[in-house]
């Protein structure tokens, strides 16, 4: 990472690099006053929602919380399998470790919950992360619904959620090489400015990191290679977008002390406002412009034409279809299983000198048994149980229960 100075005389002189190539094939130099002055929306919405829950904790439930908690902490991974909190609708994982001062964090695939302990007096009930993946499946308003009716099984609610912090996200196409703009071109509130490079190749911009208001304008599909979220993609497509295509997110986080006092309100009545707060943003907090060479105040700069189409994007209700579903569960993919689940069969096959798979499995399989079961082994466990209580372990993490589970 650069600092801004450095980071304006790189973009000047890799200026001839189009956005989306990082093997630095030539292009068009980006030009501030002849750019592509378009966008196209794919889609924008709320990308993370923390939400805080005034109220008190029920002691009875901080005790058997605190004995879920201490399941969590065990060597035995049989008792760490039994250490989650189910209601019929929720399965969800109860961490051994709280964080800072909330005592008990549980978490599925939707939210992680964040619970203060029944004694505490000056701490909500509890701080809430709604999981992007469902923000996207059911919208802000559903996602507070659910947390209305789950909440009060573990106390006292004294009142509605307010927000804690909110990131607003437009993803786009354009031809303009965005980040690839010297600094100077940036009206921002914040003085501080960030370059993120991957190999030269310049993926996003910070403005303001750590502040109570930040924006980010980076390279999403980039980003979602690292990050596995291929869910977006065919919400993509259903807007026009083509395998290939660079799509940019311009994404601000705002924390509570950075919200606007008429956003001060209780979460669910915020969901009309929030395009508002989308033009705020886009106007006097950061800003693309035209610089004037004759005009020295930079307030006074013309906004360049691709910031104008963002800046209302979140006037029009969106209208991309959302997912069909966001799964309660964590579970790993099946690249992220069978590709490390290879690694020990093909060991095996290569030192025996075994080269058809099925003969390899068979053998694994029986090598395995007698290395857990033999009298003789070391490990001196039966298979059948550590493999159960590595599974039951596993679950617990993925809030997934196991199909002979008294619960079902």
């Known amino acids: 990472m650069s600092n801004e100075k450095q980071q304006d005389a790189g973009t000047d002189a890799r200026a001839g690099g189009e956005a989306g190539a990082p093997d630095g094939q030539a292009g068009a130099p980006p030009s501030i006053t002849a750019p592509a002055n378009s966008i196209r929306p794919l889609r924008h919405g709320v990308d993370s929602l923390y939400l805080s829950y005034p109220g008190q904790l029920d002691r009875f439930v901080a005790i058997?919380?605190?004995?879920?908690?201490?399941?969590?902490?065990?060597?035995?991974?049989?008792?760490?399998?039994?250490?989650?909190?189910?209601?019929?609708?929720?399965?969800l994982a109860v961490s051994g470790r709280g964080r800072g001062r909330f005592s008990y964090v549980l978490e599925d695939g939707w939210f992680r919950i964040e619970l203060a302990n029944a004694t505490a007096k000056v701490l909500p009930l509890a701080h809430v992360q709604v999981r992007s993946?469902?923000?996207?499946?059911?919208?802000?308003?559903?996602?507070?619904?659910?947390?209305?009716?789950?909440?009060?099984e573990f106390g006292e609610v004294e009142g509605p959620a307010s927000l804690s912090r909110i990131d607003l996200f437009v993803d786009f196409v354009t031809d303009?090489?965005?980040?690839?703009?010297?600094?100077?071109?940036?009206?921002?509130r914040s003085k501080k400015r960030d370059i993120h490079e991957e190999r030269d190749y310049v993926t996003g911009i910070t403005f303001g990191a750590g502040n109570e208001v930040s924006a980010r304008l980076y390279d999403k599909t980039v980003e979602i290679r690292k990050s596995g979220k291929d869910y977006l993609k065919p919400l993509w497509r259903a807007q026009g977008w083509e395998e290939g295509q660079?799509?940019?997110?311009?994404?601000?986080?705002?924390?509570?002390?950075?919200?606007?006092?008429?956003?001060?309100?209780?979460?669910?009545?915020?969901?009309?406002?929030?395009?508002?707060?989308?033009?705020?943003?886009?106007?006097?907090?950061?800003?693309?412009?035209?610089?004037?060479?004759?005009?020295?105040?930079?307030?006074?700069?013309?906004?360049?034409?691709?910031?104008d189409a963002l800046s209302v994007v979140w006037d029009v209700p969106p209208d991309a279809a959302p997912l069909v579903r966001a799964p309660k569960t964590r579970k790993p993919s099946d690249e992220a299983i069978f590709k490390s689940g290879l690694w020990g069969l093909s060991s095996f096959m290569a030192r025996e000198g075994i080269h058809r798979v099925d003969e390899g499995?068979?053998?694994?399989?029986?090598?395995?048994?007698?290395?857990?079961?033999?009298?003789?082994?070391?490990?001196?466990?039966?298979?059948?149980?550590?493999?159960?209580?590595?599974?039951?372990?596993?679950?617990?993490?993925?809030?997934?229960?196991?199909?002979?589970?008294?619960?079902?």
């Open 64 to 91: 058997l919380l605190q004995e879920l908690k201490e399941a969590a902490q065990s060597f035995d991974e049989k008792v760490q399998g039994g250490a989650g909190w189910s209601n019929g609708e929720h399965d």
């Open 133 to 152: 993946e469902y923000l996207t499946a059911v919208g802000m308003e559903e996602a507070i619904s659910t947390l209305d009716r789950l909440l009060p």
């Open 176 to 188: 303009l090489n965005l980040i690839a703009l010297p600094g100077g071109h940036w009206v921002k």
């Open 246 to 307: 660079t799509v940019w997110r311009m994404e601000f986080q705002v924390r509570r002390e950075g919200l606007p006092e008429s956003l001060k309100i209780p979460a669910s009545e915020t969901v009309p406002l929030l395009g508002l707060l989308w033009r705020y943003l886009t106007s006097e907090w950061l800003r693309l412009a035209i610089p004037s060479d004759s005009d020295e105040t930079r307030s006074r700069w013309p906004t360049h034409p691709i910031w």
């Open 361 to 408: 499995l068979g053998e694994f399989l029986q090598a395995l048994s007698v290395y857990y079961d033999s009298p003789e082994s070391h490990e001196q466990r039966r298979l059948a149980d550590y493999m159960e209580r590595k599974a039951r372990a596993k679950a617990r993490r993925y809030n997934v229960r196991m199909k002979d589970d008294d619960r079902e």
